[in-house]
């Protein structure tokens, strides 16, 4: 029962990330989005890991490892996240986020000696209906002017994918505080290294009362609390468990979108997000029966 309400849990934050996102994107960049929700997102838990003194480091790290997730499931498609929502809105990001079980389960099969099951194939297919219905079956539109948007939520989720599947694979040893601080802190690092380069120095944030409820949104909540119960659920359940909750996201992004930003929910919206959920659904209806080659 814990695991189902980590689920609801991270679903309702995750769900208002994408309009915290879309309200501090005037103030900043990409990359500073990515920066400012990591460094507000692991202060917390470094204090948390202080009040355990250390307890949680009992053995050499897996550096490696803990960099590749950092920088693929932080760094990476966080900025590709922001970049996405320049061009399109929070509901559509939200509803391509939920193509990540998809990607998850794909990238299983790929790289990590994973079996899919015919109707797992069939969730595949299904889920990439969806994101045709989005760009109104003109696939073309990936490579012009719809890349920067839908082209660039795609890789975020395919980022996604193999950061999940890496992480079952290779840091299940490791304590779930210790390595959403290790990510998060990679992000942080990158997400600077990213400002400094494209020139994209964070103004005005502290101007108003919107950007800094959207950085303690996005920061504490969307990146901190929610990244303990991501990896919690990858170590305790399996990875297909925790990105099961884009599920969920989508319906809850699409609720705050049409209240807070009046944002139009037309019926290829409404349309697309039903064939990526239905795909979501067959893709992981057997995976108890996923077996290892």
């Known amino acids: 029962m814990k695991h189902y309400a980590a689920l609801l849990t991270l679903s309702i934050i995750w769900g208002m990330s994408f309009l915290f996102i879309k309200l501090l994107l005037p103030y900043t960049g990409p990359w500073g989005i990515v920066f400012l929700r990591c460094f507000f997102g692991v202060l917390p838990l470094y204090i948390i890991l202080l009040l355990k003194k250390r307890t949680e480091i009992t053995k050499k790290l897996p550096w490696k490892s803990l960099l590749i997730v950092g920088i693929l499931n932080v760094s990476i498609p966080w900025a590709l996240i922001g970049l996405s929502e320049v061009k399109i809105s929070s509901s559509t990001a939200a509803i391509l986020n939920a193509m990540t079980p998809i990607m998850t389960s794909f990238i299983g099969f ?36 719809d890349f920067i948007g839908i082209g660039t939520m795609i890789i975020a989720t ?11 694979k290779h840091l299940k040893q490791v304590s779930v505080l210790v390595v959403a601080i290790a990510t998060l802190t990679i992000g942080t690092i990158s997400g600077f290294i990213g400002m400094i380069i494209t020139s994209s120095i964070p103004s005005g944030i502290f101007s108003s009362f919107t950007p800094i409820i959207a950085i303690i949104g996005l920061g504490i909540f969307g990146s901190g609390i929610s990244n303990l119960l991501f990896f919690y659920m990858v170590k305790e359940k399996s990875a297909e468990f925790a990105t099961s909750v884009y599920y969920l996201i989508p319906v809850t992004a699409m609720v705050w979108g049409y209240w807070i930003l009046n944002e139009t929910l037309s019926a290829n919206l409404f349309l697309g997000l039903f064939f990526i959920l239905v795909g979501v659904y067959l893709s992981g209806k057997t995976r108890s029966k996923i077996q290892v080659k």
């Open 110 to 145: 790929l790289f990590f000696s994973i079996l899919l099951s015919k109707k797992q194939w069939l969730g595949i297919f299904i889920g990439f209906v969806g994101v045709l219905i989005l760009l109104e079956f003109n696939i073309f539109q990936l490579f012009g002017d």
């Open 158 to 168: 395919i980022c996604y994918g193999v950061a999940s599947q890496h992480a079952k």
